[in-house]
Nanobody, 123 residues
Framework: VQLQASGGGLVQPGGSLRLSCAGSGYTLENYAIGWFRQAPGKEREGVSCIGVSDYSIDYADSVKDRFTISRDNAKNTVYLQMNSLKPEDTAVYYC?????????????????WGQGTLVTVSS
């Protein structure tokens, strides 16, 4: 499974971005897909995850009500819509795939990782 994250960039506080995680080599529909982020000098943290068959969705408290995760199985892509962005959302964002069964925000549970896309929120 190969994952390609894209959509990062520079945005002003209060702005929006949509990140994409495109899969190749296997259908992402068979995996739970998580988004993680890592800011300079900080540990990687779970942002959101969308499950497999039941489409269960989780969010970190820090992004709840601002970020929305979704799937487009026809495009083999998972999206992260980020609204009301804050400077503290600045980080490299990664998507990852796992078969599920553990804690969604535990990076060690994930089997495949994309290369990351940089999001910078600044005026």
């Amino acid at each position: 499974v190969q994952l390609q994250a894209s959509g990062g960039g520079l945005v002003q506080p209060g702005g929006s971005l949509r990140l994409s995680c495109a899969g190749s080599g296997y259908t992402l529909e068979n995996y739970a897909i998580g988004w993680f982020r890592q800011a300079p000098g900080k540990e990687r943290e779970g942002v959101s995850c969308i499950g497999v068959s039941d489409y269960s969705i989780d969010y970190a408290d820090s992004v709840k009500d601002r970020f929305t995760i979704s799937r487009d199985n026809a495009k083999n892509t998972v999206y992260l819509q980020m609204n009301s962005l804050k400077p503290e959302d600045t980080a490299v964002y990664y998507c990852a795939a796992w078969v599920g069964g553990g804690a969604w925000n535990n990076a060690g549970e994930y089997d495949y990782w994309g290369q990351g896309t940089l999001v910078t929120v600044s005026s």
